[in-house]
């Protein structure tokens, strides 16, 4: 790197009212970005950041509004409970029940997405996790859980308890026959893992309907791990997109 060049790191805030509209800033940010690779179905799918004020509240999309269109004014404010404290459109229910089980059994996670995306919805039924056959998918090498026990649409709390024991410490969760759950210290990293992750699946899917991938050995896989996988990495990487639909999509800032 030439001398005085740095590389960008998370911004710091003076005061929390900052911070708020910031993370509800980069929240609609990653709703345009999920629109942009296809990954919004009917009103299925849902990302969520913790309020920096009030850490057992989370900001989330109303029910029913496309993602392409969704401002940081539009955001809603929710507690663990479900009861709506901000805004006048109803809270998605399998929003609530998902991610409050995981915010609270995950103080870490800042931020959390979840949609039911083409290729993730594919390889969810198969039932397996991601295996290390490319760089990229070693950044979910020994970091990600399966949830097997599917009961239809998400309504019930134990459920969601559930959901979040499978995803543990790790920071995506494949659920089995619906989709795939990331988590990150930041919108940006919950939503780059998510977007690496559904392409993952994808490559995984191609390469075995061509024939029998080859992995990459174990030692490898955590080294690239380690490279990759990494809170301030998954940020990093999120970032060429987040500038991307800045740009492209100037009004989700209203």
């Not at 995950?106 to 039924?125: E, I, M, Q, T, Y």
């Not at 380690?226 to 492209?248: C, N, R, V, Y």
């Amino acid at each position: 790197m030439p001398p005085g060049a740095s590389v960008p790191t998370p911004p710091a805030f003076g005061t929390v009212e900052e911070e708020r509209q910031y993370r509800k800033e980069q929240l609609a940010a990653g709703f345009r970005l999920f629109a942009k690779f296809g990954f919004s179905e009917g009103v299925a799918g849902h990302i969520t950041v913790r309020d920096p004020e009030h850490p057992d509240r989370f900001w989330v999309n109303p029910f029913g509004m496309a993602f392409s269109l969704i401002k940081a004014s539009d955001l809603i404010l929710v507690d663990h409970e479900g009861t709506l404290l901000h805004g006048n459109r109803p809270v998605n229910r399998a929003a609530f029940v998902i991610h409050a089980a995981v915010h609270q059994a995950r103080p870490d996670a800042v931020a959390a997405a979840h949609s039911h995306s083409l290729h993730g919805k594919a390889f969810s039924s198969l039932g397996i996790p991601l295996d290390p056959i490319t760089q990229d998918a070693c950044a979910f090498f020994e970091d990600h859980g399966l949830y097997a026990d599917y009961q239809g649409v998400v309504s019930d709390a134990e459920e969601g308890k559930r959901i979040a024991r499978a995803l543990g410490p790790y920071k995506a969760a494949i659920l089995q026959n619906h989709g795939l759950l990331t988590v990150g210290s930041t919108v940006a990293e919950a939503v780059w893992w998510f977007i690496t992750m559904e392409r993952s699946c994808q490559a995984q899917l191609l390469a075995m309907a061509a024939g029998t991938p080859r992995l990459i050995d174990r030692e490898t896989a955590l080294i690239t791990r380690g490279q990759l996988g990494g809170s301030f990495a998954g940020w990093f990487q999120a970032q060429p997109l987040m500038d991307q639909i800045h740009a492209s999509d100037p009004d989700l800032f209203g």
